[in-house]
């Protein structure tokens, strides 16, 4: 926490990549060598605990100041409640992300888990990239948030940074969507391949991901958890219903479908908390935020068809690896054209808050 609130969240992002990589190796060799589960599992654990060692070793040596230091009933009360939230939406939140392949396996078949489990994999890959390009402007958003009370510009940074999340989700999901199933053929090859629906379903589950985990950034910037739990427990349980019902129908498909919903009351819900309580707004500036919301969809999925319709017309060559680069470097491509002209839009309209952005000054 101390290198997050001092922007220096890179430090403690250093350690945990150099423990995870540290601790693969060793769950390598252990697989390989003893074939002990458990201990696998153990030197997951250790991994945790040993990067938090090390974070907090780090912390104490760079502000001894706040080492030992006694906090008054009042905050060790408020600290309490607020880690009580955030351990019960953790919980929920571990439900939602486990409900598919429990789903999967036990109302179609395991073989259909393993196959899954390889567009999963892909997507929670794309999901993690998106969180490391975009978690080194958490602490910059809880700075603004914590030294400016002006309204109108929380709302003018929210939307600033729901339109940079909008533009990260197109570099990203457009050509997941298009290549996944190619990614598929040269991974494992062309009889592990799922419906072309299954890849825009987990596109669109992406997408919502990343567009409105610019709520929960907010939520968590503003200490709104006891209010956010509930929307995870809520969504948690959808999940599993609507998995449940759409999946005796539907498939696999039913699945994705029940994720996508509760992932969609994920934004309503998170979005809520925001205008409502975290900034008091008019129901009428919650109202906006969905039409620009709906504008930007609408400008997603017309990317979409155009970089499709552009790479099934376009002249490809007979190695099917060049032809997964030729796909994606023309994605690419069609993708920085639109984001050069919504960067054009956005610094003309939120000139006046990056301005405000760029002088905060950084705590040392």
């Known amino acids: 926490m101390c290198s997050f609130h001092s922007q220096k969240i890179y430090i403690s992002k250093f350690i945990d990549t150099i423990c995870l990589l540290f601790t693969n190796l060793l769950q ?4 390989i060598c003893w074939k002990n589960y458990l201990l696998f599992l153990v030197l997951k654990i250790i ?14 040596n760079m502000y001894p100041d706040f080492s030992g230091k006694k906090l008054n009933r009042v905050v060790l009360k408020d600290l309490f409640n607020d880690v009580k939230n955030i351990f019960v939406g953790k919980i929920a ?40 390009m975009l978690t080194p402007l958490a602490p910059f958003l809880g700075n603004f948030l914590a030294r400016e009370e ?27 969507i298009i290549l996944m199933n190619d990614a598929i053929i040269l991974w494992v090859g062309k009889s592990y391949l799922l419906s072309e629906m299954i890849v ?25 958890f006891q209010y956010d739990k509930y929307i995870e427990i809520t969504a948690a349980v959808l999940n599993i219903v609507f998995s449940i019902l759409l999946t005796a129908k ?29 900034m008091k707004s008019r129901y009428m500036d919650y109202l906006m935020y969905w039409v620009k919301n709906t504008a930007q969809m609408v ?12 790479v099934n017309n376009m002249k490809l060559s007979t190695a099917f690896f060049v032809q997964f680069l030729q ?38």
């Open 250 to 278: 539907f498939g696999v498909e039913g699945v994705l479908f029940g994720t996508v919903i509760s992932q969609c009351f994920f934004w309503m819900g998170r979005s809520i908390i925001v205008y409502m309580i975290g």
């Open 47 to 60: 991994q945790v605990y040993g990067a938090n060692i090390w974070t907090s070793w780090i912390c104490n």
């Open 200 to 224: 825009f379903l987990l596109g669109i589950d992406l997408y919502i991901h990343i567009v409105h985990s610019v709520s929960v950034d907010y939520i968590n910037g503003l200490g709104l």
């Open 28 to 31: 390598i060799i252990v697989i």
């Open 93 to 132: 939140s571990y439900v939602y992300i486990s409900t598919d392949n429990l789903v999967i396996s036990i109302m179609l078949n395991t073989v259909l888990v393993g196959v899954y489990g390889n567009y999963n994999v892909i997507s929670t890959s794309i999901r993690y990239m998106a969180n490391a």
């Open 150 to 176: 002006n309204i109108k510009k929380r709302k003018q940074l929210f939307l600033l940074y729901s339109d940079i999340r909008f533009m990260v989700a197109l570099v990203l999901v457009i050509p997941t």
């Open 327 to 364: 796909k994606g470097i023309t994605c690419v491509g069609i993708i920085f054209l639109v984001i050069i002209a919504i960067a054009v839009f956005i610094y003309g309209q939120y000139k006046e808050v990056i301005g405000e952005i760029i002088k905060l000054p950084r705590t040392k």
């Open 299 to 310: 400008l997603f999925i017309t990317t979409l068809g155009c970089c499709g319709k552009v």
